[in-house]
């Protein structure tokens, strides 16, 4: 069965530093993974996805991922943080067959201080 | 596509009255999910649907919460009676069956129980 942990429920950081959030996974079988972004009172929303080919995935507002099949680890990095980037992230993990329902992290929350 | 559409936003209601959450999925995705959010779970998948059927709705906490989908563009996530442990996010997304599991959630109905 698939899971997901985020390693860091809290995550601060002052503004134009760089960031790693960090996500392993456990899967039997080949899996599809996600980062979505959840800002103060709304839902969440994809960031970026990897699904094949290039483990090096970029997505939305200069975030970008690496999968690591060896680590089985897909970590959510950028090289320069904005005041607007505070939010929660999600990882999220799914394995292809049956309905792909993916399995959600419980979250990093991202505060990025000026 | 005005994207999933979650109503009320806000719910404020005495334990034991009848709280009906409504969701209107985006048009043509005919998978829908029903997730929960709270601080001390994270976000959990109550049921979702596919083509308006009901396929899994093991996470659904108990026999108060039902959910429907009565056809493609409505479905309600109903919780008779509520108590002061179902406050907290609920959110619906919608997602194409053909498409690698992107789901698009819904800005949550946030559920106040006194």
Redesign the interface.
């Known amino acids: 069965a698939q899971s997901v942990t985020q390693l860091d429920s809290q995550v601060p950081v002052f503004e134009e530093a760089p960031v790693e959030l960090r996500c392993n996974y456990s899967s039997s079988v080949s899996v ?1 993974l ?1 980062w ?1 972004v959840q800002y103060p ?6 960031l970026l ?1 990897y ?1 094949s080919g290039s483990t090096l995935v970029k997505g939305i507002n200069g975030f970008e991922a690496e999968f690591n099949k060896s680590q089985t680890s897909f970590h959510l990095r950028k090289p320069s943080v904005h005041i607007s980037d505070t939010a929660e992230y ?1 990882c999220a993990v ?1 394995e292809p067959g049956g ?4 399995t ?4 990093t929350s991202l505060i990025v201080h000026p | 596509d005005a994207g ?1 559409i979650q109503s009320p936003r806000h719910e404020v209601t005495e334990m034991g009255q009848e709280v009906t959450l409504r969701c209107k999925p985006i048009s043509g995705h005919d ?1 829908l999910f029903w997730y929960r959010q709270t601080m001390m779970r ?2 959990e ?1 109550l049921i ?1 649907f ?1 083509n308006n059927v009901p ?2 709705d093991s996470g659904m906490p108990e026999d108060r919460f039902s959910a429907k989908m009565p056809n493609a563009s409505f479905s309600t996530l109903k919780i008779q009676p509520s108590e002061p442990r179902d406050s907290a996010v609920y ?1 619906c ?1 919608s997602r194409e069956g053909g498409a ?9 109905t946030r559920l106040s129980v006194l």
């Open positions: 599809y996600f979505y009172n709304q839902g969440l929303q994809l996805k699904l999600f799914s309905s792909y329902i993916p959600f992290g419980r979250g | 999933v998978y994270g976000l998948l979702y596919n396929i899994d959110f997304a690698k599991n992107i789901q698009y959630f819904g800005a949550g």
